[in-house]
């Protein structure tokens, strides 16, 4: 084995090994992936073949070190991909484990959208003489995304995110919720009211998962309601609009969730329904990204009073004759 790449999820994981098998297609390279949530058979009998490049998780991946499936002993390049979100999932005491059983003679990348003071550490004892490259400012959304927020009362948040679907032209929509309950509830609720929907969060199976997101990415599915589990890394081209159904807990993640649209040039749009339960939250995204998010009301739409609207915090809705709301929306 020659190279090793560790993911946080097994999204991303299989992403990586589907992009090596189409870039080593005329080579003689052996690629091949190890993850949990599946049988071992497969994995533990291409690892035993030999293989020249590993996408893994840590999990699974120490599973096989520790029945002598495989060694890292003479690893010439290890790569650590989204290493502050293995931080956020427990994984780093993993990932210590499987660089101490690497070769030293290596080279080490090291990919990562923020650096706490964690992976400063985990960097500072995994990397020799390392250069450091920053692409992009990590702090606000990109230019080609154009993104509001939605003030509503808790009891009418699927009630007005059904009528922005229902007034939105959109191409495909990602909906992220807090919790995995919620995004099943979500999810089942859209199914009634018509539309087609895929589902994607940690409690669901690893075939469930691939058939949610190989469905949306093939169009099959217009929607997809996820958990953070799909907010980053994951390459999904074309999604038109993004909603955060739920107002994200930490301001960094609604900079990398809203960032799944507006890519490679294109344009998109980002909504965010924020409930008086939810207003410190989006307070502490404004700081974060440095700017006042712009608020949107719907016209016509049977608002139940709340502090919300008393505070100014909401737009006057656009008059029926401006005849667009914003990028995307009809009247």
């Keep these: 084995m020659r190279c090793l790449i560790l993911e946080p999820t097994r999204e991303l994981a299989l992403q ?19 993850y949990g949530g599946v049988g071992y058979g497969k994995q533990t009998d291409d690892l035993k073949r030999g293989v020249d490049i590993l996408a893994a998780t840590p999990g699974r991946l120490l599973d096989h070190l520790e029945q002598g499936n495989c060694s890292l002993e003479k690893i010439d390049i290890l790569v650590l991909d989204e290493v502050d979100r293995m931080l956020d999932m427990g994984f780093l005491p993993d990932v210590k484990r499987i660089v101490q059983k690497c070769s030293t003679n290596r080279q080490t990348l090291f990919f990562t959208a923020t650096l706490p003071p964690e992976i400063e550490q985990l960097a500072g004892w995994a990397l020799r003489d390392p250069a450091k490259v920053e ?28 009528v922005l679907l229902e007034r939105t032209e959109f191409k495909s929509v990602l909906i992220f919720c807090r919790t995995r309950m919620g995004a099943d509830r979500i999810a089942a609720r859209l199914v009634q009211k018509g539309h087609r929907v895929g589902v994607m969060h940690s409690d669901r199976s690893q075939r469930e998962r691939v058939e949610a997101l190989d469905g949306f990415k093939s169009g099959k599915n217009e929607v997809l309601v996820a958990t953070d589990i ?11 609009h993004v909603i955060n159904y739920d107002v994200p807990e930490n301001a960094e993640d609604y900079v990398h969730r809203i960032g799944r649209t507006g890519r490679a040039q294109n344009t998109g749009d980002a909504f965010t329904l924020v409930t008086e339960d939810d207003v410190r939250d989006a307070r502490s995204i404004e700081r974060f990204i440095g700017a006042t998010i712009e608020r949107k009301k719907i016209e016509d739409f049977p608002y139940i009073y709340s502090a919300l609207f008393d505070q100014k915090i909401i737009e006057e809705a656009v008059p029926k004759a401006a005849g667009r709301l914003h990028r995307g929306y009809r009247k």
């Design 16 to 34: 990586v090994e589907e992009a090596f098998h189409k870039y080593s297609k005329f080579t003689d390279l052996r690629v091949t992936i190890v």
């Design 230 to 240: 799909a907010a980053r890394g994951l390459d999904i081209a074309g999604v038109s």
């Design 135 to 162: 692409i992009g400012r990590t702090h606000s959304a990109a230019d080609t995304i154009a993104h509001c927020f939605y003030p509503v009362v808790a009891s009418q948040k699927f009630e007005l995110l059904q």
